[in-house]
C-alpha cells in the first residue's frame, strides 16, 4: 500500500518556539507539497518541492520555510511558532508526470499556545 | 493564476437523495482535474479525475464530466449513503511545470437516515 506517513497527528507548541513537522514517503515521487487547511479557506499551498533541495513559494510561504535533503523526505519548519499558524497541516507527494494524482499523508493538526 | 470555485456547504441530504456539488475552474491551457474525498480525522484521498475535455471520471457511484465550454467539473451521485458524509474538494493539476496542484474550499456533505 503506498503511503505519505506524518510524523504526528497532534502536536502542541508555545509561541516562539520553533517547530519541525516532518514527511516520508515511500511511492519514489518527484513532488513533494505542504499545504495547510482552515475551515472556509480549503487547502493553501504553502510550498512544494519537484526534487531533492529544490523548493518553490506556493501562495502563503510567509513563516515558513522547507527542507529536502532526500527525495523521501520533505520536512516543514515554523522558524517562530504564532498563534495564527495554529492550522491542519497536510502533506502529500505525486509523480513528475501531468496528470497524476497527488497522495496525501493523514494530516498534523497543529495547535500553538 | 489558476483557481477553483466550489458551491459553499455545508450539504445536508437524506439517504438515497440525488447529490450534485458544483465545480468551476480557471485555468491556462489544459488542466487536469479530480475529485477528492476526506473522511472525518483523515487525509484527503482521491476519489476521481479527468485528464481532458469530455473525459467521465467515475468511482463509487460518483461521476464527474470535465466540461471545457464551461470549465466545470460537477460532481454527481444518485443515490447518496450516510457513510458518504465528508467533505469533497474540487482541483485542478496546471499544465504548467510542476503539476502544482490548486484546490477549492471544499464542501461538506452530511447524508441522514
Known amino acids: 500500500d503506498v503511503k505519505v506517513t506524518q510524523s504526528s497527528r497532534y502536536l502542541v507548541k508555545r509561541t516562539g518556539e520553533k517547530v519541525f513537522l516532518e514527511c516520508v514517503q515511500d511511492?519514489?515521487?518527484?513532488?513533494m507539497f505542504w499545504y495547510r487547511q482552515d475551515p472556509g479557506l480549503g487547502l493553501r499551498l504553502i510550498y512544494f518541492?519537484?526534487?531533492?533541495?529544490?523548493?518553490e513559494k506556493g501562495d502563503i510561504p510567509e513563516g515558513y520555510s522547507v527542507s529536502r535533503e532526500k527525495k523521501e523526505r520533505f520536512s516543514l519548519i515554523l522558524e517562530s511558532a504564532s498563534t495564527n499558524q495554529t492550522s491542519m497541516y497536510l502533506c502529500?507527494?505525486?509523480?513528475?508526470?501531468?496528470?497524476?494524482?497527488?497522495?496525501f499523508g493523514q494530516g498534523t493538526r497543529l495547535t500553538v499556545v | 493564476g489558476d483557481s477553483v470555485t466550489q458551491m459553499e456547504g455545508p450539504v445536508t441530504l437524506s439517504e438515497e437523495a440525488f447529490l450534485t456539488i458544483n465545480c468551476t475552474y480557471t485555468?491556462?491551457?489544459?488542466?487536469?482535474l479530480f475529485w477528492y474525498v476526506q473522511y472525518p480525522g483523515e487525509g484527503l484521498q482521491l476519489l476521481l479525475k479527468?485528464?481532458?475535455?469530455?473525459d467521465k471520471g467515475s468511482n463509487k457511484g460518483f461521476e464527474a464530466t470535465y466540461r471545457k465550454e464551461t470549465t466545470s467539473f460537477h460532481l454527481e451521485k444518485g443515490s447518496v449513503q450516510v457513510s458518504d458524509s465528508a467533505v469533497y474538494f474540487c482541483?485542478?493539476?496546471?499544465?504548467?511545470?510542476?503539476?502544482?496542484?490548486?484546490f477549492g474550499t471544499g464542501t461538506k456533505l452530511q447524508v441522514i437516515p
Open positions: 511511492m519514489d515521487h518527484e513532488n
Open positions: 485555468a491556462t491551457g489544459y488542466p487536469s
Open positions: 518541492s519537484y526534487d531533492v533541495k529544490m523548493k
Open positions: 482541483a485542478l493539476s496546471g499544465s504548467g511545470g510542476y503539476q502544482k496542484v490548486t
Open positions: 479527468a485528464t481532458k475535455a469530455d
Open positions: 502529500a507527494s505525486s509523480h513528475r508526470e501531468r496528470n497524476t494524482e497527488a497522495f
